[in-house]
């Protein structure tokens, strides 16, 4: 009877289904940085500045580089393909929003989400 669905989680898991990615244990699918770079490049970062990112262990330490070059649209690229992978995964039966986090902040939250939480209050 759901019409609608939040999903609130932390960047390094949410960056996955982004991707399409579903199974999203790290001993199955440990594609963040790859994604997050691919992302990146196609946002115009600098050759250099993607290799460190390929080379961060942790999505929290790719967080303090893009957030230090200048790339925070990055987390709301993030959300918005998020929310359409999640929708589609579900065959758009159930509107989609996404609220991404780092374990410091929010990063950012995807379109439909207003309109759900003001649905769910």
Do not use: W
């Not at 989680?9 to 991707?19: E, F, N, R, S």
């Not at 440990?30 to 460190?52: C, H, S």
């Not at 929003?97 to 939480?117: D, N, P, R, Y």
């Amino acid at each position: 009877g759901f019409t609608s669905i939040l999903l609130a989680g932390h960047l390094g898991k949410l960056v996955k289904p982004a991707a399409g990615i579903f199974y999203t244990h790290s001993r199955v699918s440990d594609t963040r940085m790859e994604i997050l770079t691919a992302y990146l490049g196609v946002l115009g970062m600098k050759t250099e500045q993607l290799r460190e990112i390929m080379n961060c262990q942790t999505t929290e330490e790719a967080i303090k580089l893009v957030d230090r070059t200048g790339y925070q649209e990055l987390y709301q690229v993030i959300a918005e393909k998020c929310a359409q992978r999640c929708a589609a995964y579900v065959y758009d039966q159930l509107e989609v929003g996404v609220v991404l986090f780092s374990m410091e902040k929010l990063l950012a939250k995807s379109s439909q989400t207003e309109k759900i939480i003001g649905e769910i209050r």
